[in-house]
């Protein structure tokens, strides 16, 4: 089944903090977040894996609660650059072949 | 530079037409994988390759076909039993085991 993200949809302007929301009905063992430019592939961000640490990279960085099965991704002090489509990938165990099912996206605009 | 080709990047079809999207990789990774992406909608998982000569289905596999001859090359063949075929096709590539995919700058099909 498909994790629900949440919000759909956000606007910010530069300089502004955001939370992207990940939340799956099933047991997790990773979580994974990839960024989608309009009319470009998806760019991995990180990955989460069940008893590991918070992810960081520059001002992006996210949490996993197992317990909860959920993930969030943080954005502090957004760029223009930020802007685009937010996906979490799960992955209800640890496939070999790593199977995720992917949220339906979060559409993040950054304004000047 | 390494990387994940599709060809071509945009295809037009006439309905009942079989049509053959082509992703090559030189990553050398093990596991390939064909996703579908709706207007505004996430990745759906077609099929997946862990290895030569071996691939399983996804979510969405049915009205698709798919070999994988080589380590490099993962075709992916949209029939003319697939009843919505227009889409953008996503393919990408992860070592075996390895957590992080890299995607294809995609296919956008239009059958007319």
């Known amino acids: 089944q498909q994790p629900v993200q949440s919000p759909q949809a956000v606007i910010l302007r530069e300089g502004e903090d955001a939370v992207i929301n990940c939340s799956s009905s099933?047991?997790?063992?990773?979580v994974h977040w990839y960024r989608q430019k309009h009319g470009e592939a998806p760019v991995f961000l990180m990955i989460?894996?069940?008893?590991?640490e918070q992810k960081g990279h520059d001002k992006i960085s996210a949490s996993f609660n197992e317990k909860k099965q959920q993930s969030s991704l943080y954005l502090t002090a957004s760029q223009l650059s930020y802007s685009g489509t937010y996906f979490c990938?799960?992955?209800?165990?640890?496939?070999?072949?790593?199977?995720?099912?992917f949220g339906g996206g979060t559409r993040l605009m950054v304004k000047p | 530079d390494g990387g994940i080709t599709q060809s071509p990047k945009y295809l037009f079809r006439k309905e009942g037409q079989n049509v053959t999207l082509s992703c090559e990789q030189n990553?050398?990774?093990?596991?390939m994988y064909w996703y579908r992406q709706d207007p505004g909608q996430g990745l759906r998982l077609i099929y997946y390759?862990?290895?030569?000569?071996?691939?399983q289905k996804g979510d969405i596999a049915e009205g698709y076909s798919v070999s994988r001859e080589k380590k490099e090359s993962f075709p992916l063949t949209v029939t003319s039993a697939q009843k919505n075929p227009t889409a953008f096709y996503l393919c990408?590539?992860?070592?075996?085991?390895?957590?992080?995919?890299?995607f294809g700058p995609g296919t956008r099909l239009t059958v007319l």
């Open positions: 990408a590539s992860s070592l075996s085991g390895g957590l992080e995919q890299f």
């Open positions: 099933k047991a997790l063992y990773s």
């Open positions: 989460l894996l069940k008893g590991g």
């Open positions: 990938g799960t992955d209800p165990k640890n496939n070999a072949g790593n199977m995720l099912t």
């Open positions: 990553l050398n990774h093990d596991a």
């Open positions: 390759s862990q290895i030569v000569n071996d691939f």
